[in-house]
């Protein structure tokens, strides 16, 4: 019955390209596919952000900070169309496009989470009121198909955004991590010994993520990565 209902949704609403909007089964069309611009070498060993010089190891912002994550990486550049398809996920209730980034995730970057070893997945997450207005946290939907496909848990429970902060985008770096003070909270539980995978959308300067890993750390945790839909270039 489930079967029968899966397709008669199917052909309702047919499953569209998530950067041109064209009907297609896979959700990533074969011509944007060739456009877009998936992260290669030569790259930061840390962020994951395409650096100019395969001499250097990392971008300018891993050169002038301590970070307290492991490392990361990002499936495309934030640049049209990605930037606009994230936008449609996160403002326009485009919540299927979630599942197909996560998908995705799952095909480019299985072998590196199992290098990994990931134990638990944790989505960055959104403030009450934020998620109350949106109506969904954009990176627990990514995390979700992510750790269906790979069977690894995604856990809610252990931290949350205590502090309604002002919207990153709309800052510069310096203010950025400023605006990340004591946003982020432990409930109490622990994770010693495991490897923490991150999940969110964008990638810029790594504030979010920082914060995050460093409350994160408290858990007793032995080491975090991130993975995010897109990334900055770096320098």
Partial sequence: MRKIIKKILELWYPTTCVFCGEICKKGICKSCSEKIDYIQEPLCKKCGKPIHSQEGEFCFDCQRRMLHYEQGRSLWLHKRPVSSSIYDFKYKNKRVYGEIYGREMAEQFNDLIRMWEIDVLIPVPLHRKRQRKRGYN??????????????????????????????????????????????????????????????????????????????????????????????????
Wanted: include cysteine; glycine fraction near 10%; charged fraction near 30%.
């Fill in 138 to 235: 954009q990176a627990e939907i990514i995390a979700r198909e992510l750790g269906k496909r790979l069977g690894i848990p995604v856990d809610m429970s252990v931290i949350i955004r205590e502090r309604e902060t002002t919207p990153q985008k709309e800052l510069g770096q310096k203010n950025r991590r400023k605006n990340l003070k004591k946003a982020f909270c432990l409930t109490g539980k622990r994770l010693i010994g495991k490897n923490i995978l991150l999940i969110d959308d964008i990638y810029t300067t790594g504030s979010t993520i920082d914060a995050m890993a460093e409350v994160l750390m408290k858990t007793g945790c032995e080491k975090i990565y991130f993975l995010t839909i897109s990334i900055g270039q770096g320098f």
